[in-house]
Nanobody, 116 residues
Framework: QVQLVESGGGWVQPGGSLRLSCTAS??????????MAWYRQVPGKQRETIAN???????NYADSVEVRFTISRDNTENTVYLQMSGLKPEDTAVYYC????????WGQGTQVTVSS
């Protein structure tokens, strides 16, 4: 059973930066072949995919975060990262990671709050 643990969220002023981490417990081999993604959700709205990274490290971004956010992965640590810069109030949400298909049980997420 793979468990996902997100961390690194917090409060930041507009224009600030944060780096989120997501560590997956379980088989390193399975993680290495998994296409992973970061999602975010605002209360009352559907969870949205904002970035993904394939097993071969090809990345894709939602228009709303492209240029400002960077997804990366460290297969030796079973971890996927999301470097966020130029944060805006509309980036406020709970951030989650999972496979592109949402295969694993969702973790608790990490809250990101952007406000002055």
């Amino acid at each position: 059973q793979v468990q996902l643990v997100e961390s690194g969220g917090g409060w930041v002023q507009p224009g600030g930066s944060l780096r989120l981490s997501c560590t997956a417990s379980g088989s390193r081999l399975i993680f290495q072949i998994s296409d992973m993604a970061w999602y975010r959700q605002v209360p009352g709205k559907q969870r949205e995919t904002i970035a993904n990274i394939t097993a071969g490290s090809t990345t894709n971004y939602a228009d709303s975060v492209e240029v400002r956010f960077t997804i990366s992965r460290d297969n030796t640590e079973n971890t996927v990262y999301l470097q966020m810069s130029g944060l805006k109030p509309e980036d406020t949400a709970v951030y989650y990671c999972n496979t592109i298909s949402g295969t694993y049980t969702w973790g608790q997420g990490t809250q990101v709050t952007v406000s002055s």
